[in-house]
């Protein structure tokens, strides 16, 4: 009997570009078997498939060589932040205060 696949789809956002691969897997692949099977890796140097944060919609998944992936999921490859948001609004806030007391 034939393995039965289902379709998922693979996406990265890149400083530069992005791109979303649809792939066909085995039913009951794993989210890292899927996300190695798309050869999305052939694209952007810079991931490193085996250890990169990945999610599904949004969610990130801690356990990724452990998750079975459902036909339809986005896996989603996260990159690193370039900068904390709390350091940022922090930042923002103090210039804010600074400007505050210069007008008075």
Sequence with gaps: MAESL?????VYAAVDRQLLITVWVPQGSTLRSA???SSI??????????????GIFGKQVMNP?????????????YRPLLADPKEVRRLRAAKAAQARKRGQ
Excluded: N, W, Y
Aim: charged share 25%.
């Design 35 to 37: 996300l190695l099977a």
């Design 41 to 54: 890796g052939e694209h952007f140097a810079e991931l490193d498939l085996a250890t990169c944060p990945v």
């Design 65 to 77: 060589e452990q998750h079975v992936i459902q036909a339809g999921d986005r896996i989603e490859i």
């Design 6 to 10: 289902i379709s998922i789809e693979v």
